[in-house]
């Protein structure tokens, strides 16, 4: 009986060929990579995108994404609530009581210097609009205009705040973080407070 050895040679080849396979998997994960970061808009990317390492990148990226899923999450909340209204700022003919109206916030950069906050609210709005513009400023914003209007049993507050230091610049998303948090807690508690 004899065995068939295997000789040098094809030895060698397997180890290339392993090699070859896993440098064709690693350009292929690095182009993978590359393209799921070039999704991401450069100015979200601190520090600059090109001093990150890969992993950084990746981290980075999948934070942007769990935002864009927040923001989705709100803006579906923003749509129910105002399908609920007619244009003409009239109730629908199912209109939902003032006292169960979650406030609605949406913040937009107007330009590089500006941003706007709007809080969609009832009547018994649950925060304090004060809160708002601490936060603003904390953020290191001057609010420099305010408008309540009123559509319906719906109450509109827009805030209009420029950035201090323009070079600077503020981090929007932590802005809007915040005043969800103003905005859930009193609502909560609320709630809280009415089953008890």
Not at 18 to 31: A, I, L, W, Y
Request: charged share 25%; glycine share 6%.
């Amino acid at each position: 009986m004899s065995t068939a050895a295997s000789s040098p040679g094809s030895a060698n080849g397997n180890k290339l060929d392993r090699k070859t396979v896993e440098r064709n998997r690693r350009m292929h994960m690095k182009g993978l990579c590359l393209r799921l970061t070039s999704l991401v808009p450069p100015h979200y990317f601190e520090p600059s995108k090109d001093l990150l390492s890969q992993q950084d990148q990746l981290d980075q990226t999948a934070a942007y994404i769990k935002e864009l899923k927040e923001r989705i999450d709100e803006l579906k909340a923003k749509k129910e609530l105002l399908a609920l209204m007619n244009i003409d700022g009239n109730t629908s003919s199912t209109p939902i009581p003032a006292s169960f109206i979650v406030p609605v916030v949406e913040l937009r950069e107007l330009g590089s210097s500006n941003i706007e906050v709007v809080v969609v609210s009832g009547f018994d709005k649950n925060f304090r609009l004060c809160d708002i513009i601490s936060v603003l400023q904390e953020e290191g914003t001057d609010v420099i205009s305010t408008n309540i209007s009123r559509a319906g049993d719906r109450v509109f507050h827009t805030l209009h705040a420029q950035v201090k230091v323009c070079r600077v610049g503020v981090d929007t998303t932590r802005i809007w973080q915040r005043l969800q948090e103003i905005m859930s807690f009193p609502y909560l508690c609320g709630d809280l407070q009415s089953l008890f």
